[in-house]
């Protein structure tokens, strides 16, 4: 086994061990990929402060996000077919945070159901919601994460049609696989992750399968899914699903300022500054860029989140001086999951964790609660997109 001491280790690892399709579908984005690289880039380009001759003996990065506790201020995100880089994947997911103390997102388009999920923990987790045409399953969607427990509904307001993901397409991603000889080659290689396959049940989407009328068959499946994102979406559909939704609300794929304004009087919790992983719009701004302009235009209002190229516990920080009450991280933790299953999610907790708080402690901090821009000094280059 390899020494793991970084996300890109366990990146490495998840590309050796899980099948090209599925793999492909984390580590990448859409048309030419470049917002999926600023992503991560413009964190790199952000420059650190370093402080000396302070006392940093006793450092806390514990903190709070839309009100509950968590070990530090870092979610996972919610992230479709989970359970395909690993065998019930997202049930080690949950499990790896909880243990961690921080908050697990259930994606609609998992693996493993609501109820999978609820049964494997005794934490409230979250759940995320896309808004789709058929209303009926929507109900009953937000009433099955009621019944669960979730302490906060997730709303995704950027995927009302889907950007086009190249290497999705030449790899003809299913779930599960279709058997070409090509898949099948290219399975042949992967042991581990064939072995887990076949000895879970779980290989559908667990959200849908069992809970839509006349979905039997994989086929039956993709069409209805093609025709369920709803381009039609409107700020009536978030105060419909504020009425129904009595926990914590929290809006996912705010790029905009004046869209974070109307997410602010819309009764939500918190909005995640968000570009879908660079998997939608390829060309829109990095997350880490837009959000300095929304935390300052709506951050004494509401909750302001981020995710997006998070990738180390140094991306914490930055994004927590630039204004984000907490982060999310889903290619990190997929990383981890496909790498080494539950042990592998939390070696990346862990290495995030210590990432945060020796940097922390290198900028002269002890707690993250008092962390502001002062921690940073600027950018590597002179176009700048920091607040004055």
Known sequence: MPIITTIEDLRVLAKRRVPRMFYDYVDSGSWTEGTYRANAADFDRLLLRQRVALDI?????????????????????????????????????????????????LSTMSICSIEDIAEATRTPFWFQLYVMRDRGYMERLIDRAKAANCS???????????????????????????????????????????????????????????????????????????????????????????????????????????????????????????????????????????????????????????????????????????????VYIGRSLLYGLGAMGEAGVTRALQIIHRELDLTMAFCGHTDIERVDAGVLLGLRESRSWLPA
């Open 152 to 326: 906060a509904l997730v709303v995704t307001l950027d995927l009302q049609i889907i950007g086009q993901r190249h290497k999705d397409l030449r790899n003809g991603l299913s779930v599960p696989p279709k058997l070409s000889l090509r898949n099948m080659a290219n399975m042949a290689t992967k042991p581990r992750w064939c072995l887990g396959m076949l000895g879970t049940r779980r290989r559908n989407f667990g959200n849908v399968f069992g809970h839509v009328e006349g979905i039997e068959t994989m086929k039956s499946l993709s069409e209805w899914t093609n025709k369920q994102f709803d381009p039609t979406l409107s700020w009536e559909d978030i105060a419909w699903i504020r009425r129904r939704w009595p926990g914590k609300l929290i809006l996912k794929g705010i790029q905009d300022v004046e869209d974070a304004r109307l997410a602010a009087e819309s009764g939500a919790e918190a909005v995640i500054v968000s570009n879908h992983g660079g998997r939608q719009l390829d060309g829109a701004p990095s997350s880490i860029s837009a959000l300095p302009a929304i935390a300052e235009a709506v951050g004494q209002r509401i909750e302001v989140h981020m995710d997006g190229g998070v990738r180390s516990g140094q991306d914490v920080l930055k994004a927590r001086a630039l204004g984000a009450r907490g």
């Open 57 to 105: 003996e006793k450092r806390s990065t514990r903190s709070t996000m839309v009100g509950i506790d968590v070990a530090m201020p870092v979610a996972i995100a919610p992230t479709g077919m989970t359970g395909m880089q690993h065998a019930d994947g997202e049930i080690l997911a949950a499990r790896a945070a909880e243990k961690f103390g921080i908050p697990f997102t």
